[in-house]
């Protein structure tokens, strides 16, 4: 079994240390919410000019591929087995500004200077409220990951 750095699993070392013998480690996730490709082709330009650190807009093969990556991690940890895991599509719709209060809470956001964050918001708001749907469909997945501590 491969075994990472330790700076890579240091949270399934202590999830490890803090659960009793044969205990689980659950792991939920929703990744990050996608509008449709084409609102966020709209929105592009706005992103490179105010948020370049934001990666690209993820299409769901992405997003199950790093759910994956976090699988293999807790495995080559060498801290678990048996693990579990599965993930369901979800859909969602906001109004702009619940879209964007949703968007703030998320870490890549929360990252940006906040005079970028706030023209950001700005012009996304600007270029969304041009659009002629005044609500915002997003997709995205629900996961979760369930591994036994190995003993």
């Keep these: 079994m491969q075994l990472l750095p330790l700076r890579r699993w240091v949270f399934l070392y202590k999830a490890a240390n803090a659960l ?5 480690l659950i792991l939920l996730w929703n990744v990050i919410p996608e509008p449709s490709p084409s609102r966020y082709d709209s929105a592009l330009e706005i992103y490179q ?4 650190s934001i990666p690209p807009y993820e299409d769901q093969e992405s997003q199950k591929a790093k759910l994956k990556g976090i699988e293999e991690m807790v495995i080559n940890s060498g801290k678990f087995v048996d693990l579990v895991s599965g993930w ?3 859909q ?6 619940e879209y964007l209060a949703l968007l703030s809470t998320l870490s890549p956001y929360l990252k940006l200077e906040q005079h970028s ?3 950001l918001f700005k012009n996304l708001r600007e270029i ?7 609500r915002i469909n997003v997709s995205y997945l629900s996961a979760f990951q369930v ?3 190995y003993t």
Excluded at 20 to 24: D, F, T, V, Y
Excluded at 128 to 134: L, P, S, T
């Design 92 to 97: 969602a719709m906001y109004s702009i500004d």
């Design 88 to 90: 369901i599509e979800c």
């Design 128 to 134: 969304m409220e041009q659009d002629a749907e005044d």
């Design 117 to 119: 964050r706030e023209l």
């Design 20 to 24: 009793q013998e044969n205990g689980s």
């Design 147 to 149: 591994a036994r501590k």
């Design 49 to 52: 000019t105010y948020a370049p």
